[in-house]
């Protein structure tokens, strides 16, 4: 007998829109709910389905997925928090093996001259922790190809990939094991980043922006390329240098082959060697700097500037394709969600106003969706404020709107005194002028710091008379301590406690007062001479500058009261908020870089005088490796090539680290060096300025200030744009609204229907897809 939880019907019939030719017979779903034997099995899997739903919409996931009763608990519980921190957690480990495993980075120190031996873990130690992952992983691909079927396995590429990546890390992983860990190469450790990679929806969305935005790309790289090889060709003949004649063999430095002179001006492209590769010719002929000036000017500040253009206006466009698409898929899933609760209703069962969703069904699934409560109230408070018995198709998709709103907690009211002074208190304690006064407090707290770190700038720590700047801190402590309970009397603990920037300022005086009472109670009051010895863990004077580093972030404060600086800051908050997936493709390329560059060049910086192309610091040019002291800049283990990767990054003085593993490793090297420097200063750096640039454009947006200001002034929650981007995408809002919504005029009416799946036991898998009308014409019935 089939168990009535089985789902292989369609999941809409033809009743509903769906299409009945995909039936297969035998089977009941949970559509046409009747009494009688099962039918209180095939509601329960209704509900299921519309929570399962409600979900894929809330996190903008496709749900062509299988949707029997036995694959969505196992859904939920793979999508559960428990099971994707596990996940997250057995990606970091598999990450962070490179730290430990043969080189280990677990030294003091990555200068060649003074490393010690580091601890290298024995053969099966890490290749069993590494085994655990791999299983974890094996795991999750099993799980996700049963819940997708077959049939969008295939098509999934991200899917295949992840299946073929483990499976080479599994025969690498055996290869070491059967060579006892003397391998020379390991492959799967370039493929580990690949875990992360396919775990993160939005990294996967950055990359095909990537990849939207290379031909753009390469076109201004072409030119690039043709500007650097014609200012080469210029410099060789310009700069052709005669033997006898000291500054030409200057020149030489620069300019003696073709090679060399390619990598002086492409460092020179990045202004890291400027003017260093100017002043050689410059000093012979001023109207050679003609020449420099105008590489500069058409190499950096034309080209590469443009190369950002195009890099922002790619990001812009990506982000408004992808912003439409997962709205269209919210609106999909909030469909589906009503199409298998309206079904929920009894055919027999009169209703004045049609087929509809029970408003008591709904709020039994909204219990079972993973929300936050503020948004789940929210919805119930909606839910409530209508009139009528059934949900209609658009009530049900308005309820929802909540979920692209961000809650705003009300402030809590404040404590009522009757005392008319108290009152008046109240008023004056609680007025923003009060915080003023503070910030005030604050600054001049900050200032007295400064003076006496000026004053005592060349007076050791021991001979410091900390007399006055100690009764100084303790009577701008108190007034934290008075401040504090003052906001508290005027707004109640509650309100108090609402505002971020008073929970701040509440932690740091508290910890002030704690360190102050130590002080005094250790080294008594402040008194002229007031140095006494050391007593304790610390110091009068270690004491003395914690309580000042303190105050200094606690002058913090005043940011919010400034316009400006509120939004500058706000953007750098959300940056660090909403910059996972710029960060993990950056984590991405350093890592595998990081790899490469321990394979290539472990072992080649050897310490001075170990070799012959390691001289002597005294002996070494000027400006050179060895002279500079870079030996701490090298691929020895996996740590000290992510310091050296990111030395190289911000390419200043990088024309130093080619020159220097060109003379140890090869011309070759240029190679790895020039294209991590395209990878990282070009392409990825480029990236996050659009990202800074789409974000501080919408927050300094006049249309957002004026919002702000003209909007109702009661209301409790905020509009966003999309919480899949959260800030990213909010530069667009405007437009991006107005595209959108006339999109999804057009494209209304969808039609879900249950695909079967050629596995056992009928189960069925949902495919979508999207109708698109005129506005003179109208959906078909039931869709």
């Known amino acids: 007998m089939a168990d ?39 509601r329960d899997l209704c509900l299921d389905q519309a929570v399962v739903f409600i979900e894929d919409a809330i996190q903008y996931r496709s749900i062509n997925h299988r949707v029997d009763a036995r694959s969505l608990w196992l859904y939920r519980r793979y999508y559960s928090s428990t099971s994707q921190w596990t996940l997250s957690f057995t990606i970091f480990l598999i990450l962070a093996l490179a730290f430990i495993e043969t080189p280990s980075s677990l030294t003091s120190t990555s200068d060649v001259r003074y490393r010690p031996a580091p601890w ?8 069993g922790v590494e085994a655990l992952c791999l299983l974890v992983f094996a795991a999750d691909v099993s799980v996700k190809s049963y819940l997708v079927g077959w049939a969008q396995f295939r098509k999934n590429p991200w899917l295949l990939a992840y299946l073929v990546v483990l499976l080479v890390s599994l025969v690498d992983w055996t290869v070491s094991l059967s060579l006892i860990c003397q391998e020379p190469v390991r492959v799967r450790r370039l493929l580990r980043p690949f875990f992360l990679m396919q775990n993160s929806s939005m990294m996967k969305k950055t990359l095909k922006c990537i990849r939207w935005s290379l031909p753009e790309m390469a076109s201004i790289g072409l030119l690039l390329a043709a500007h650097l090889c014609l200012f080469t060709v210029l410099g060789m003949l310009l700069f052709p240098g005669e ?21 002086s001006l492409l460092v020179l492209l990045t202004t890291a060697n400027n ?8 000093s012979k002929n001023r109207l050679y700097a003609i020449f420099f000036i105008a590489f500069t000017l058409i190499g950096s500040l034309f080209l590469m500037n443009l190369l950002t253009a195009i890099i922002y ?6 982000l408004m394709k992808s912003l439409q698409t997962s709205l269209l898929r919210r609106r999909l899933g909030i469909r589906a969600a009503y199409k298998v609760l309206s079904s929920t209703t009894a055919e027999g069962e009169a209703h004045p106003e049609g087929v509809g969703v029970k408003p008591q069904d709904f709020l039994q699934v909204l219990q079972k969706v993973q929300l936050d409560s503020d948004h789940k109230q929210a919805i119930t408070e909606k839910l409530h404020s209508r009139s009528g018995d059934l949900l209609s198709a658009d009530e049900f998709q308005k309820l929802f709107d909540e979920f692209d709103k961000r809650v705003i907690k009300e402030h809590p009211p404040r404590p009522e005194y009757r005392p008319q002074f108290l009152q008046s208190a109240q008023f004056l304690f609680g007025h923003h002028y009060f915080d003023y006064l503070g910030n005030l407090m604050a600054l001049g707290n900050l200032v007295t710091i400064c003076v006496f770190l000026v004053l005592d700038a060349h007076v050791l720590p ?38 971020c920037s008073n929970v701040f300022d509440g932690l740091l ?21 007031w140095k006494p010895e050391a007593l304790g863990l610390l110091s009068l004077w270690d004491v003395t500058r914690l309580v000042n580093v303190l105050i200094a972030f606690r002058f913090l404060r005043i940011i919010p009261s400034m316009e400006l600086m509120a939004v500058v800051a706000s953007t750098i908050l959300d940056l660090i908020r909403n910059m996972r997936a710029f960060g993990g493709i950056l984590a991405v390329a350093y890592y595998v870089f990081a790899i490469i560059g321990v394979t290539l060049f472990r072992g080649v910086i050897v310490a001075p005088g170990n070799s012959s192309l390691a001289p002597d610091n005294g002996s070494a040019p000027c400006g050179s490796f060895e002279q500079l002291e870079y030996w701490t800049n090298n691929f020895d283990d996996f740590a000290a090539a992510l310091v050296t990767l990111w030395d190289v990054m911000v390419v200043n ?15 070759w090297s240029k190679i790895y060096f020039v294209l991590w420097w395209l990878v990282s200063s070009v392409l990825w750096v480029n990236l996050f300025l659009a990202l800074i640039l789409e974000n501080f454009l919408h927050k300094w947006d006049r249309r957002s200030h004026l919002q702000s200001l003209t909007g109702d002034l009661g209301a409790t929650s905020e509009v966003t744009v999309e919480l899949l981007f959260r800030q990213v995408a909010r530069g667009s809002l405007a437009l991006l609204f107005s595209v959108v919504t006339w999109r999804l005029s057009l494209c209304w009416c969808r039609e879900v229907t249950a695909v079967p799946e050629s596995a056992p036991g009928g189960q069925t898998a949902v495919s979508e897809r999207l109708l698109c009308y005129s506005h003179a014409e109208r959906c078909p019935p039931g869709l």
């Not at 206006?313 to 990506?318: E, L, P």
């Not at 003085?653 to 011309?667: C, E």
Request: proline share 8%; glycine share 8%; charged share 20%.
């Open 509 to 529: 005086t508290a910890v002030l007062l704690v360190l102050e009472i130590s002080t005094l109670a250790v080294y008594r009051f402040p008194h002229p001479g």
């Open 275 to 282: 003017p260093d590769v100017m002043i050689p010719a410059y």
């Open 313 to 318: 206006n790619q990001f812009r466009g990506y």
């Open 120 to 127: 290298e873990p024995p053969c099966g130690l890490t290749e």
């Open 4 to 42: 009535p939880r089985e789902e292989s019907e369609p999941l809409l019939s033809r009743t509903r829109g769906g299409s009945a030719r995909h039936t297969p017979a035998g089977v009941p779903s949970c559509h046409s709910v009747q009494v009688g034997p099962g039918a209180v099995a095939r």
């Open 243 to 263: 033997k006898d004649d000291r500054r030409d063999r200057q020149r030489l430095t620069y300019f003696r082959n073709l090679p060399e002179a390619l990598t």
């Open 462 to 499: 021991k001979d410091r008379d900390d007399f006055v700047l100690g009764i100084l801190n303790c009577v701008f402590i108190l007034y934290y301590l008075l401040e504090m309970l003052l906001k508290v009397f005027a707004l109640g603990l509650r309100g108090y406690l609402v505002s």
């Open 653 to 667: 003085n990088w024309q130093v680290f080619l020159d220097a593993f060109r003379r140890y490793a090869g011309p």
